[in-house]
């Protein structure tokens, strides 16, 4: 039972333009929604999340946006750096689950 | 502060093997997991701890045990070695909070002949 789904396992991006990174869900009951970044040989770092209760959020060149409704999350990147190339995970918690749930990654590779 | 350390970074075992994979964090924190990451499945827990003295079950822990005996320390093991469990291996830690936020280590690279 595959909850989150990242439905594009790689992307590539020409430095400078926006990057959209994609990650749907099925169960309605999570509570915030995390994306982290991951490099080669290293282990995944939090990039930025969003309440459940807002549908968009920003910082820096980046910004989730949050579409309840069709239970779909989404990083955009702008503009994007060589040093963006990385894989990211999307993650959803429930309040008093303990745990996240990940997403399957999508590698985004930046072209210079 | 070190944040959250693995050893070892590196092991080949060959099937039927045992090993232990230790994970430390210095940062207090109540909550230890121990995640896989194959290619094209994303990171699926194996086991996790919510306070010293506790594990639970995650999504594959079959294959592996766990102990968290100290509040720092969140041991995996692997009784005996299949080439499935070839992996990536990461640790993670969080103090809760608002998110679950969790801070990983730079993970453990297991290949079982």
């Known amino acids: 039972d595959q909850q989150v789904k990242q439905n594009s396992p790689s992307l590539s991006v020409q430095e400078g333009r926006i990057s959209i990174l994609n990650c749907d869900y099925t169960?309605?009951?999570?509570?915030?929604f995390l994306w982290y970044k991951k490099y080669p040989a290293e282990g995944p770092t939090f990039l930025i999340s969003?309440?459940?209760?807002?549908d968009k959020n920003e910082d820096g060149r980046f910004t989730v946006f949050l579409n309840k409704s069709a239970k779909h999350l989404s990083l955009h990147i702008v503009p994007s750096q060589p040093g963006d190339s990385a894989v990211y995970f999307c993650?959803?918690?429930?309040?008093?689950?303990?745990?996240?749930?990940f997403g399957t990654g999508t590698r985004l590779t930046i072209i210079p | 502060n070190a944040g959250v350390t693995q050893t070892p970074k590196f092991r080949v075992l060959k099937t039927g093997q045992s090993m232990t994979l230790l994970c430390a964090q210095d940062?207090?924190?109540?909550?230890m997991y121990w995640y896989r990451q194959d290619p094209g499945m994303g990171l699926r827990l194996i086991h996790y701890?919510?306070?010293?003295?506790?594990?639970a079950k995650g999504e594959v822990p079959d294959g592996y045990n766990v102990s968290r005996l100290k509040k720092q320390n969140f041991l995996l093991g692997l009784e005996s070695a299949a080439p499935s469990q070839t992996s990536v291996y990461f640790c993670?830690?969080?103090?809760?909070?608002?998110?679950?936020?969790?801070?990983f280590g730079p993970g453990t690279r297991l290949t079982v002949l």
């Open positions: 993650a959803l918690y429930t309040f008093g689950n303990e745990k996240l749930t």
């Open positions: 701890s919510v306070g010293e003295g506790t594990t």
């Open positions: 969003i309440s459940s209760i807002k």
């Open positions: 993670a830690s969080t103090g809760g909070g608002s998110y679950n936020e969790q801070f």
């Open positions: 169960n309605s009951m999570f509570d915030y």
């Open positions: 940062m207090n924190h109540e909550y």
